[in-house]
């Protein structure tokens, strides 16, 4: 079973991730990234795949042409987990 973060890992949450925010009206956050073009956005989607598939944790995500939206939430534990947590500093590491 999968715990939903406490206060202090919430707390912890903001002040690691600062690239990310709350969603409104769901326990998940989201981050939106912008590309040079489609080929950017799909290699960077590409490499966030087997990181996930790595993880076993998965995103919800859009993409329209150099934009991907990503959105974490853990779907086992019903809101935010320590997975999420995990899977967006991944993404954000993949950055530099
Ligand atoms: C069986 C498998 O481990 C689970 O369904 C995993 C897969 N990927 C997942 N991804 C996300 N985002 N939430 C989950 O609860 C989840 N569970």
């Known amino acids: 079973m999968v715990e939903r973060l406490d206060a202090e890992a919430r707390a912890a949450l903001a002040r690691e991730l600062p690239g990310w925010s709350p969603v409104e ?46 959105t974490l939430t853990t779907h086992d534990a019903g809101g935010l987990s320590a997975r999420d947590v995990a899977l967006a500093k991944a993404i954000d590491r993949l950055l530099g």
């Not at 489609?38 to 859009?62: I, N, S, T, Y």
Request: net charge negative.
């Open 25 to 70: 009206g769901r326990d998940a956050i989201a981050r939106s990234f912008r590309f040079a073009d489609f080929g950017e956005a799909w290699g960077f989607m590409a490499r966030v795949a087997l990181l996930a598939e790595k993880q076993d944790h998965h995103p919800e995500w859009f993409n329209v042409w150099n934009r991907v939206d990503i």
